[in-house]
């Protein structure tokens, strides 16, 4: 349910955010509490510092090899990470027709390294007692928002969905929600609670295009029936998921105008503020201050530069 995608964003940010808490809690103590960021507080009062530190890393790994002698086991066992991003480049995703299962048993054994780990304590070098993990499920998160690589990370075992521009190009937003519903339904079912989409850049012309890797990973030109688009899909990732998908919107602050790719030298957006607020930063307002409801408020952002 939504409250549990709510419970494990929140103690995320709680660990983000302790090193502020002085200055944060007289701006909420006239507020209502909370249960679920009352449980979030509660569980990070019992992590140790090396726990909270892990908790701040989403890393990648190579391979599905999760043994004792691999990293990714040392990672999750030790360091008890914040979560993992499954990617195809990674070798991280088997070949059809096992794409589907390999993938599931996968995730499953990743989470069974925590859930494990936290059973077996630690002794404190000083004082010789038995030190206990607090249990945090992992972040599993993917990118699958095109209908082929490398937007797509599985290629086989899902419902087929078009790209982004396809469904922009149809100005349905009920075809942005339903691709976004089944999406959601499908991959939550995998076991995966950590989605990075949709990309909400404006592509300002054709030509634009080329300075970018958007590709066809991108709604359209215009800003409003990109933010409309993109609330339907985010709208139907959450409610197909029942809740159980954190929702990541890239690329903010948009790179529908660089003048060149991201990654080989730092991209420019030539433009005044007022026309970044106009043009490329309307779809990110459509889904977080300005948006119409919790289904269509995304859980973070990816940036772009």
């Known amino acids: 349910m939504r409250s549990k995608r709510i419970l494990s964003l929140l103690l995320l940010l709680a660990v983000v955010l302790s090193a502020f808490a002085p200055a944060l809690s007289t701006r909420v103590a006239a507020q209502e509490p909370d249960p679920a960021i009352e449980r979030a507080r509660a569980m990070l009062e019992q ?48 070949a059809a027709p096992d794409s589907i299962s390999a993938t599931y048993d996968l995730i499953a054994q990743l989470q069974n390294l925590e859930w494990q780990a936290s059973r077996i304590p630690d002794i404190d070098p000083v004082s010789r007692d038995y030190l206990y993990d607090e249990y ?5 998160g993917i990118a699958q928002t095109g209908d082929s690589s490398p937007e797509n990370q599985i290629l086989s075992g899902l419902s087929s969905h078009s790209s982004q521009m396809a469904i922009g190009a ?27 989409g949709p990309s909400l850049d404006v592509l300002e012309s054709p030509e634009t295009l080329q300075g970018t890797t958007l590709g066809s990973n991108v709604f359209g030109g215009d800003p409003y029936w990109v933010a409309e688009m993109g609330r339907a899909y985010v709208g139907g990732l959450h409610d197909g998921s029942d809740g159980r998908l954190v929702v990541v919107a890239t690329h903010f602050p948009g790179s529908g105008s660089a003048d060149r790719p991201a990654g080989d030298e730092p991209a420019t957006v030539r433009k005044l503020i007022e026309e970044l607020k106009q043009f490329d930063f309307a779809p990110f307002v459509a889904v977080t201050g300005n948006a119409i409801s919790p289904q269509t408020t995304v859980d973070g952002l990816l940036v772009s530069h």
């Open 136 to 140: 945090i499920p992992l972040f599993v």
């Open 170 to 196: 149809a100005w349905q937003t009920k075809l942005a929600e339903q691709t976004g519903f089944i999406l959601g339904q499908e991959l939550s079912a995998l076991g995966f609670n950590l989605f990075f």
């Open 47 to 94: 992590m140790r510092p090396e726990e909270r530190v892990g908790q701040l890393f989403l890393v990648t790994f190579q391979g599905t090899d999760v043994g004792a002698e691999s990293q990714i086991f040392n990672l999750i066992s030790n360091y008890h990470i914040g979560g993992v991003v499954l990617t195809a480049a990674n070798d991280n995703i088997a």
